[in-house]
């Protein structure tokens, strides 16, 4: 007996109803996953833009992800895009209240923005939804700083230092309150250890910077603000404490430069204002003096004390 061998053909419909029998069993999820996690992977490549417009389409392709908003609002939150930062957790918030680290970023854009109760708000439900949620405690007090309640943020960074003794940016927001209450020495103590654990983060060599200027170690406080501009650039406050630092070395015409540098980046910047101001005194041009150190109080009224006897002998200058 011969036996044949017959290749069995699928009808071309059974095929096409195969596929649109698993196409109709993909959720909107299931399309919107491949470019959340491509978005996350450009977000690590140091890619902001393409993160954020392959999250923009995960959004697109299912508007109920509660994930997808909340991985956007990171690259908004990082190009300073305050805004709809706060638009993409609220939105994450309505779809999922639950997720403590939502309320903890939109508490951080809330801050940005000067929405201080807001972001006291968010940050305290952060804590409230996960009580060992170490970054709310850190950011809470920083808020509370601005606020002006040392006491509160001083406990909120030494809380999240006590969570995880690793954590670096608890030390150096620990080290700003210092700089608030001019713990100079303390400044330095929280700043190195940040330094020790974290060598590439600008803002321990920034506030580092702060406090050995306000310990004589001037070329040592414009090392480290360099240090902490080379690594991040836009930090307008590495320009506002080198300002002070030159300005303290005569060099008057480096210090007007750190401090436009500083205004350019943050236009509202109180301080920087008053650092040119003082920087234009002493190379005797009283009017730029004069502008500056008014625009200084404008913006910060309680600057005004400091300020005030610079604006007073640019004005007997001028009229002379």
Same mark, same amino acid.
């Given at each position: 007996?011969?036996?044949?061998?017959?290749?069995?053909?699928?009808?071309?419909?059974?095929?096409?109803?195969?596929?649109?029998?698993?196409?109709?069993?993909?959720? +909107?999820?299931?399309?919107?996953?491949?470019?959340?996690?491509?978005?996350?992977?450009?977000?690590?490549?140091?890619?902001i833009?393409?993160?954020? $417009?392959?999250?923009?389409?995960?959004?697109?392709?299912? +508007?109920?992800?509660?994930?997808?908003?909340?991985?956007?609002?990171?690259?908004?939150?990082?190009?300073?895009?305050?805004?709809?930062?706060?638009?993409?957790?609220?939105?994450?918030?309505?779809?999922?209240?639950?997720?403590?680290?939502?309320?903890?970023?939109?508490?951080?854009?809330?801050?940005?923005?000067?929405?201080?109760?807001?972001?006291?708000?968010?940050?305290?439900?952060?804590?409230?939804?996960?009580?060992?949620?170490?970054?709310?405690?850190? @950011?809470?007090?920083?808020?509370?700083?601005?606020?002006?309640?040392?006491?509160?943020?001083? $406990?909120?960074?030494?809380?999240?230092?006590?969570?995880?003794?690793?954590?670096?940016?608890?030390?150096?927001?620990?080290?700003?309150?210092?700089?608030?209450? $001019?713990? #100079?020495d303390?400044?330095?103590?929280?700043?190195?250890?940040?330094?020790?654990? @974290?060598?590439?983060f600008?803002?321990?060599?920034?506030?580092?910077?702060?406090?050995?200027?306000?310990?004589?170690?001037?070329d040592?406080?414009?090392?480290?603000c360099?240090?902490?501009?080379?690594?991040?650039?836009?930090?307008?406050?590495?320009?506002?404490?080198?300002?002070?630092?030159?300005?303290?070395?005569? @060099?008057?015409?480096?210090a007007?430069?750190?401090?436009?540098?500083?205004?350019?980046? #943050?236009?509202?910047?109180?301080? $920087?204002?008053?650092?040119?101001?003082?920087?234009?005194?002493?190379?005797?041009? #009283?009017?730029?003096?004069?502008?500056?150190?008014?625009?200084?109080?404008?913006? @910060? +009224?309680?600057?005004?004390?400091?300020?005030?006897?610079?604006i007073?002998?640019?004005?007997?200058?001028?009229?002379?």
């Open positions: 007996m011969t036996t044949t061998t017959r290749a069995v053909s699928i009808p071309i419909v059974i095929l096409c109803g195969t596929a649109l029998g698993m196409a109709a069993s993909l959720s +909107p999820h299931d399309y919107a996953d491949p470019y959340m996690r491509e978005g996350v992977a450009l977000y690590e490549r140091g890619d833009k393409g993160g954020i $417009a392959k999250l923009t389409k995960a959004i697109e392709l299912d +508007p109920k992800c509660a994930e997808a908003y909340s991985l956007r609002s990171i690259g908004y939150l990082k190009n300073f895009n305050y805004d709809a930062a706060i638009d993409d957790c609220t939105k994450s918030i309505e779809l999922n209240p639950n997720a403590a680290v939502v309320f903890c970023r939109r508490g951080m854009a809330r801050g940005q923005k000067m929405d201080l109760d807001g972001a006291l708000a968010d940050s305290t439900r952060a804590i409230e939804l996960d009580p060992k949620f170490m970054e709310a405690y850190c @950011d809470r007090g920083l808020v509370r700083l601005m606020k002006r309640d040392f006491g509160g943020a001083m $406990a909120d960074c030494s809380k999240a230092i006590e969570l995880n003794p690793k954590f670096a940016e608890a030390y150096v927001n620990r080290g700003t309150i210092r700089i608030q209450t $001019a713990d #100079w303390g400044v330095m103590t929280d700043c190195t250890k940040a330094i020790e654990l @974290d060598p590439k600008y803002k321990a060599y920034c506030y580092r910077g702060a406090a050995r200027s306000e310990k004589g170690d001037l040592g406080s414009i090392a480290d360099t240090k902490a501009i080379d690594l991040e650039p836009r930090f307008a406050e590495s320009y506002f404490y080198r300002s002070m630092a030159r300005r303290q070395k005569s @060099d008057y015409d480096g007007i430069a750190d401090a436009t540098k500083a205004v350019s980046i #943050w236009p509202k910047y109180a301080g $920087a204002y008053f650092a040119r101001g003082m920087a234009h005194d002493g190379k005797g041009d #009283w009017q730029a003096a004069l502008e500056d150190l008014s625009k200084s109080i404008t913006l @910060d +009224p309680p600057l005004q004390s400091k300020a005030q006897p610079w007073d002998l640019a004005q007997k200058s001028l009229t002379r």
